[in-house]
């Protein structure tokens, strides 16, 4: 699956020609605050929106950056990916804006729901069981009959070069940040970010936050290396992907911690988060206030970006709603 | 209780120095956009987000002009009003800002969650038997008591100079509007963005929205005169109220139209604008985009601000989330 092409590291003029070759594909996104939870954290919180992003999530930033930066033989191949998540939605929806072909291959078990928005995006999904070996040998057939370009959900350097762009508004459109905090799943999102603040804002101090039921990444930050879970369980859902060398490059040498909350903590830090901010997020983005909630010596006094990864939710099935 | 006071009919420089004096004291709401229901709806849709205010409630422009409208001797009395939606979330909030006192009287039949909010605003609840002779009789009681002003939830020329400041925002935010729409109930809202369009944006054609379950305003609006129902039910339970004089005065003179939605058309609509649009906002709020779903002609190819008036939703039980 192009190895060679992962191993290139993203560079700030890659970040720097995503967000002009994307920015007539995404919304920039808006930063919101609310004072009640300034009081409850005792810092001042910047909750960049990316729950009101195309397609409702971060993601859609890196899709589009592999999208259009296609020549047009390879464009007209299309794109492929394996993702049952907001990585299939993103890629679905950039492929649509460009015209091009956009190939998914998602287990059959994946709710239905979720298909049904990667086919309202125009996607093409194959079915495959849900086994990793199944997966790949689906997604071979896939791409060898349709030549298309695999772009991996986190860990392909357009799609980091495009992540970092979120951060890149945000310090501009808050001046002064002390610090950043996004979920680490894979480590797109957060090592976006240490690409951009790395050169833009080295000041700010960079924090990823990940449930405690699937904390790899903060594990293998203490060990010094990449350590893989198999399949964790977290109301997170899309922080259950394990670091992978390009994203672990970024995250050993630019983050400052990563924290870990429990899932009744990120539960609640959702609900606050609903009930006070009047905003519809997904579950992992709940992850940083929770973490800061229960870290608030580390933040008090400071100005924090808060990223709100994305907004796809069941709204039939709210965690707090369980049992 | 204060007759006289209700007769005065507010003026355009009431609106203007209404918006100076809760300048501070506000949001100045942002107003967010949909592809997907501009798709839909074939109108250019703009959606002024008052459930992003301060109490999450458009209310809170009409409260805080109220209470910083007060001179010394007035304010340190206090302020009173019966209420048990986002006018008392309002009027304690506004209160709180200034340090003085705010009754309110409840039915002790209402939600603890809707007694606890005031409360957590500084309000000081009275509760009275859920009725309306003992309403008036409780609220006369402490008024006589406090000598505090009574701020009516919407038949008050303070209150609606200071919803009038809404629409205001809105024209500034975005030019060239067609059309405004915003839902009934006693007509606070409307009123209001009467009072300021018909000075400020003569040709923009003013449209409200009710729920067919209580629909008095639009049938006042055919009769020519108020009628007021009793008791009616439905889930947009801020628009439950009748129209009073004052706000009759506005409506009768500068609404172009009242159009009604049924209870599953307002929660379709709901649902629809948590799902695409990604934000938290009342049933209340969600019966103009019903309206506009209903009545596509009325709207397609305008261009039409929206306003969501309030984003107070109980999170565990949502309505479409019954039987």
Redesign the interface.
């Known amino acids: 699956m192009k190895d060679t092409a992962t191993m290139y590291i993203p560079t700030l003029a890659d970040m720097l020609v995503a967000h002009e070759r994307i920015r007539p594909h995404i919304h920039r996104t808006?930063v919101?605050t609310s004072s009640f939870l300034n009081g409850l954290t005792g810092a001042e919180l910047f909750f960049k929106c990316e729950?009101?992003q195309k397609a409702?999530a971060f993601k859609v930033r890196g899709a589009s950056n592999a999208v259009f930066g296609l020549d047009e033989a390879a464009a007209a191949k299309g794109v492929a990916t394996h993702s049952s998540g907001n990585h299939a939605l993103s890629l679905a929806y950039a492929a649509g804006r460009r015209g091009i072909p956009c190939h998914v291959v998602m287990p059959r078990t994946a709710p239905q729901a979720k298909k049904d928005a990667v086919i309202g995006y125009g996607g093409r999904i194959t079915e495959c069981e849900p086994s990793t070996s199944s997966r790949e040998e689906v997604f071979a057939r896939i791409e060898a009959e349709t030549g298309a370009d695999f772009v991996h959900p986190y860990n392909d350097p357009r799609v980091m070069a495009g992540q970092g762009t979120c951060s890149k508004e945000l310090i501009e459109q808050v001046p002064g940040l002390d610090a950043v905090i996004a979920p680490i799943g894979g480590g797109g999102m957060v090592s976006g970010t240490c690409l951009t603040l790395s050169h833009l804002a080295p000041d700010v101090r960079i924090y990823a936050a990940e449930p405690e039921q699937a904390d790899d990444a903060a594990r293998s930050f203490r060990a010094g290396h990449i350590i893989a879970d198999d399949a964790p369980q977290t109301v997170a859902d899309g922080l259950k992907v394990p670091l992978k060398e390009l994203t672990w490059h970024f995250v050993q040498r630019h983050v400052s911690d990563i924290l870990t909350a429990g899932e009744q903590e990120i539960v609640d830090a959702m609900?606050l988060i609903?009930?006070r901010?009047?905003?519809?997020?997904e579950p992992s983005s709940a992850v940083p206030l929770a973490a800061i909630l229960k870290n608030r010596e580390v933040f008090a006094g400071k100005r924090v970006g808060v990223i709100v990864t994305g907004?796809n939710v069941d709204?039939?099935r709210?965690p707090?709603?369980n049992g």
Do not use: T, Y
């Open positions: 808006p919101l729950n009101f409702a609900r609903w009930a901010m009047k905003i519809v997020m907004g709204l039939d709210l707090w709603m």
